[in-house]
Structures are given as structure tokens and as C-alpha cells.
């Protein structure tokens, strides 16, 4: 059993997308790609003019979005006809597959909106399959708790709790903790997987070798391993992200992302068609 260690610290870089909503992108800054994930947004602001443009109606294939609010609430829409309210501690995971057309718009006009949005690569095989939907309601989330820390499950296992994410071809992790000071949090991840923290408060340390300080809004990649160990410096609340990689190429337009430039054309030509909805 190989202990796991810090990679690369990255500090997510300012960014706006959508009708102008401000985020921080640390994963997808091109042409970074942390195989299988193809970005990572933190959105979310104080103020209301940092998000209330909202993501209006725009495509998406090749891809899937995971969705984590943390706190506020956002209505959503898609071409499949699904139409819900996303409100604090929900997840939405969404497998384009071939194509979905929606828009993701606040349902507040004030106060703090934070969240978090994931896109994780399909392998080609599954590219254009049918969109699929899983909804996690933040009270139906198994949840971990003892006196030392707080995991939500969003997908794998930790202790009893479970995600309901199942039979997927990455075997993804996603955990959201919550660890006290000076308390430690230790998980074991299979050695296939690539896998990186988001710390969103506090100070971490990570694995035995000595790394720069880590706190507040910043990526660490982690470098491939077994036995993942956190110490928590102060208080501190981070996801813990992983999934095996898919080891095929991949040819990136915008919103769609496949293996070939041909098939991104395809893709946009479909949509300037009408012919994009299967
Ligand atoms: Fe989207």
C-alpha cells in the first residue's frame, strides 16, 4: 500500500462563463486535462451581480456534469423535459451523452450562492448514448458523522455511507468533508484512479512528504497511490475527487467534448440544424 502524495497545487484561475457569471476554473484551464476530468468550476459570490445572468440555454455532449450547490438555489431546464429547483447540499449528475440542451439560472436574486460544477469525460463507447439524469437530494445524501469528521457521499463508499452512483465506468469517488483541527482523515482509493482535493476552508496537510502550505479555494493534484492521509491544520472542509482515467484521445469545441475534431464539427452542425436532440 503506496501512501499518496501532492502532485501540483494550482491556484484557480478567475473566469466567467455563462451570461457572466464569475468562477474560479482550476481543472480545464487548457490544455490541462485530468484524465477523466475535463474541468472544474467553483461559482458563487456574495453579490448578486457576480451570478445572476445565470447559464441561459446552451449544449452540451461527449460529457457529463456533475452539479453540487452548496448553498442558494438554482431552477434548471433541459430538452429532455426534466425541470426542477436545485436548493442547498443538492447534486445533479448529468450524463449528456449525445446531446441535451439546458439552462441553469438562480432562483434568488440575493444573498450568498455558492457552488461547484464537474465535468467528467465519457469514454467513446458511451459518447452518445442516451442523457441520463441522477438527482441527489441533500436530505437523502448518506452522510458519515462522528466526532472527528462529517463526509457526505456523493459517489463511492465511506464507512456505511454510499452514493448512488453505481456500475459507472470511471468508478468515481466524490466526497465532500468536513474534518475538525488537528484531527486526521484517512481513505483508501484504488491505485487506478487519478484523484485530486479541492480545500474550499482551512489548512490541510497532505501524506507524509513536506509540501507548500494549502489553504482556502486551491486544487491539489495528488499523485497516484493507495493510502490517502489528511491532517487537518485548523478547522477545514475540502472534496476528495477521483475517478480512473479513460486513456482515450480527446478533441475539445466549447461545450462538447469527443475523440475526434470530426466529430465536434458533427456536433455543431447538428445544433445549427435543429438535429442536435436525439
Ligand atoms: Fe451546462
Redesign the pocket.
Known amino acids: 500500500m503506496s501512501d499518496i502524495e501532492v502532485k501540483k497545487i494550482i491556484k484557480p484561475m478567475l473566469a466567467s462563463d ?1 451570461a457572466g457569471v464569475k468562477l474560479k476554473r482550476s481543472i480545464g484551464v487548457e490544455p490541462n486535462y485530468f484524465d477523466p476530468f475535463l474541468m472544474l468550476d467553483e461559482f458563487g459570490s456574495d453579490s448578486k451581480d457576480d451570478y445572476i445572468g445565470g ?1 441561459p440555454a ?1 449544449p ?1 455532449r461527449g460529457i457529463e ?1 456533475v452539479t453540487y450547490m452548496l448553498q442558494g438555489e438554482f431552477e434548471h431546464e433541459d430538452s429532455t423535459g426534466a425541470k426542477g429547483r436545485m436548493k442547498s447540499g443538492d447534486v445533479q449528475w448529468m450524463k449528456t451523452g449525445s446531446g441535451i440542451i ?1 439552462s ?1 439560472m438562480p432562483a434568488m436574486s440575493e444573498g450568498t450562492l455558492h457552488g461547484f ?1 464537474l465535468w467528467i469525460n465519457m469514454p467513446a463507447n458511451l459518447k452518445m448514448s442516451k442523457p441520463n439524469y441522477i438527482y441527489i437530494d441533500a436530505e437523502q445524501m448518506q452522510t458519515h458523522k462522528d466526532e472527528e469528521k462529517i463526509v457526505k457521499v456523493i459517489a463511492g463508499k465511506f464507512e456505511q455511507a454510499e452514493g448512488p452512483v453505481k456500475k459507472h465506468n470511471v468508478e468515481p469517488v466524490y466526497l465532500d468533508i468536513e474534518l475538525k483541527k488537528n484531527k486526521e482523515f484517512n481513505f483508501e482509493l484504488p491505485s487506478t484512479h487519478n484523484s485530486f482535493i479541492y480545500l474550499i476552508k482551512g489548512e490541510i496537510k497532505i501524506g507524509k512528504h513536506h509540501h507548500q502550505k494549502v489553504e482556502n479555494s486551491k486544487l491539489i493534484l495528488l499523485e497516484k497511490g493507495s493510502k490517502l492521509k489528511v491532517f487537518g491544520s485548523t478547522d477545514s472542509k475540502f472534496l476528495l475527487i477521483a475517478g480512473k482515467p479513460i486513456g482515450e484521445q480527446i478533441a475539445r469545441g466549447g ?1 462538447f467534448v469527443m475523440n475526434t475534431k470530426q466529430e465536434i464539427l458533427q456536433a455543431v452542425e447538428d445544433y445549427h440544424k435543429g438535429t442536435f436532440v436525439k
Open positions: 455563462g447559464f446552451h452540451h456534469t439546458h441553469e460544477q461545450p
